[in-house]
């Protein structure tokens, strides 16, 4: 049984920082690209960051870009998200990801495997 488990979201005052943490199971995660999706409430779930499994290539959205910083580790099936300098914009359930498929996108629908979510809220 595949299962993506993501722990680490919790409430922060703005400018704070945060590390998610999702772990794999059940799939050959060395060979998974894995990403972080994030929906607020009332808003579609946007592309957040993604990591490819053949060269740890990083791809970020345009509005985390230089703040957040995913990264993998392959011994631990885990992905991270290091999310610094919050604002209250961030707020959101983070969703974990994962494709056998190499990156190609950041569309949701190239991803197949998901966790539950772990919610992120920022305070101002």
């Known amino acids: 049984q595949v299962q993506l488990v993501e722990s680490g979201g919790g409430l922060v005052q703005a400018g704070g920082s945060l590390r998610l943490s999702c772990t794999a199971s059940?799939?050959?995660?060395?060979?998974?690209?894995m990403g972080w999706f994030r929906q607020a409430p009332g808003k579609e779930r946007e592309f957040v960051a993604a990591?490819?499994?053949?060269?740890?290539?990083?791809y970020y959205a345009d509005t985390v870009k230089g703040r957040f910083t995913v990264s993998r580790d392959n011994a631990k099936n885990t992905v991270y998200l290091q999310m610094n300098s919050l604002q209250p914009e961030d707020t959101a359930a983070y969703y974990c990801?994962?494709?056998?498929?190499?990156?190609?996108?950041?569309?949701?629908?190239?991803?197949?495997?998901w966790g539950q979510g772990t919610q992120v809220t920022v305070s101002s």
């Open positions: 990801a994962g494709t056998a498929r190499p990156f190609q996108s950041r569309d949701s629908r190239q991803f197949h495997r």
């Open positions: 990591i490819t499994w053949s060269d740890d290539r990083t």
């Open positions: 059940g799939l050959t995660f060395s060979i998974y690209t």
